[in-house]
């Protein structure tokens, strides 16, 4: 499947996936909306997803049902009309939309110890180029415009050496997700890249053979991890409950299955401080 997405690449941008459900309960016409855009590979196929909303939402006495979504901004829109829905969302959406639409951060997850991530600097192997600065007048590739480790981190270190993204390159390239950028990078679409270091992970886990067809060039951060949030008007009572269940998901037999499963090591739960980085770079990006 991944050498025939290699072949089809250059309409990756010009597809649009529609959102849908995953129900399978007998509650699911009152059943709120996990949604889902970016965090994990596979995402609109992967039923690891499926199990876990339905383990938090048993666990927490919160009919849910994932619902995947195509871009960072979806997945705000449907927080926004519907504030009763949680959302496993990135740094840069949470901290907009906390500030908008008084979004709430329920915990962070842990990835190898830590509730942080990098954005890895990426090419093909076999390039000359050094660093992200390099890549003049070449083709970068991104996920998302409100990825954080796919636009902004990248956006953020090429400002601190006065150069403008929208600038130094000849052409942006959104592909949607981490992978179709990896994607990019193998089939000559794309020059360089910035990727979710647990994406690069994951995907390298489901593809040992492309491990030595990359090179890593620089390792931003590290930033806070991709959170799980819910929309403004789900109770505080409930936030607690899922809270307590993510915290201790590491101790559930079946949680702990589903954390082997993503690469995860558990969650936490943290303050919306925890992000003031990221709204940081944010700012900085806009003087």
């Given at each position: 499947m991944r050498q025939l997405l290699r072949y089809i690449f250059p309409v990756y941008s010009l597809i649009v996936f529609a959102p849908f459900l995953f129900i399978s309960d007998a509650h699911a016409e009152r059943s709120q909306s996990l949604v889902l855009s970016g965090v994990v590979l596979e995402q609109g196929h992967n039923s690891l997803l499926k199990q876990f909303t339905q383990w938090l939402a048993h666990k927490s006495d919160y009919p849910l049902a994932a619902q995947f979504t195509d871009s960072y901004?979806?997945?705000?829109?449907?927080?926004?009309?519907?504030?009763?829905?949680?959302?496993?969302?990135?740094?840069?959406?949470?901290?907009?939309?906390?500030?908008?639409?008084?979004?709430?951060?329920?915990?962070?997850?842990?990835?190898?110890?830590?509730?942080?991530?990098?954005?890895?600097?990426?090419?093909?192997?076999?390039?000359?180029?050094?660093t992200l600065a390099d890549f003049k007048g070449q083709v970068f590739a991104y996920s998302d415009p409100r990825s954080n480790s796919g636009f902004v981190a990248p956006s953020y270190a090429l400002k601190q050496q006065g150069i403008d993204i929208h600038q130094h390159f000849r052409y942006l390239m959104h592909t949607g997700l981490h992978e179709y950028s990896l994607e990019a990078l193998l089939a000559g679409q794309a020059d360089v890249a910035n990727i979710d270091e647990y994406v690069v992970v994951e995907y390298f886990k489901a593809n040992p053979d492309a491990i030595d067809k990359f090179v890593i060039l620089e390792k931003l951060g590290p930033f806070p991890f991709t959170p799980i949030v819910a929309g403004k008007g789900v109770p505080a009572s409930t936030i607690e409950r899922m809270q307590q269940a993510l915290v201790h998901m590491h101790e559930d037999e079946e949680g702990s299955a589903m954390l082997q499963q993503f690469g995860l090591d558990g969650f936490v739960v943290k303050p919306v401080s925890f992000y003031q980085p990221i709204a940081d770079m944010l700012k900085a990006i806009d003087q």
């Open positions: 901004q979806g997945l705000s829109n449907i927080l926004r009309e519907n504030p009763n829905a949680l959302a496993w969302t990135c740094g840069v959406p949470f901290v907009e939309d906390h500030a908008a639409d008084q979004q709430q951060l329920i915990a962070v997850p842990l990835f190898h110890g830590a509730p942080t991530y990098r954005s890895f600097v990426m090419t093909r192997a076999g390039r000359t180029e050094k």
